[in-house]
């Protein structure tokens, strides 16, 4: 695990809110990254991002980047085989927590499960993002991803 991410999974919900609306969205991200589930004020938060990982969902594997100002796309890996499902489209607007610029990882119009879903992500340093996950208008997870070694 990312030592930036490790950390991360010590931190209050207010303290990744804050190392988020700190942050620039960065580039969006390409090809394959890995990701750690934070459920943050929680002391087994290691074990559960542990758990996660192994047994939920890996990472997210994100598509080129269109030049044309389309959405690109990205599918996530899930379960223990790190099969990949669940499309999103990827694109650049305001963020719901703060209104400053942020990657969308938007699902509503490319997957009937979790169309309610909307992640958003902000690069903290190079190739490691901070994410936020909603469902409807409630925040409900935080999550990290780093680019792939």
Sequence with gaps: MHSTVELWL????????????????????????????ILSGSV???IIALLARIFFWQ?????????????????NKITPFSLTFIVAKVYKENSWLDEKDTIVIDYSKTS?????????IREVEPGVYLGKVWWGKTRILDFALTQAD
């Design 112 to 120: 009937f499960f979790a169309k309610a879903i909307r992640d958003e």
């Design 10 to 37: 010590g931190k209050s919900r207010d303290e990744l809110d804050e190392i988020y609306r700190n942050a620039i969205p960065g580039e969006i991200p390409s090809g394959d990254t890995r990701g750690t589930a």
């Design 44 to 46: 087994f938060s290691k």
């Design 59 to 75: 990472g997210k594997v994100f598509d080129l980047y269109c030049p044309c100002g389309q959405a690109g796309l990205l599918v």
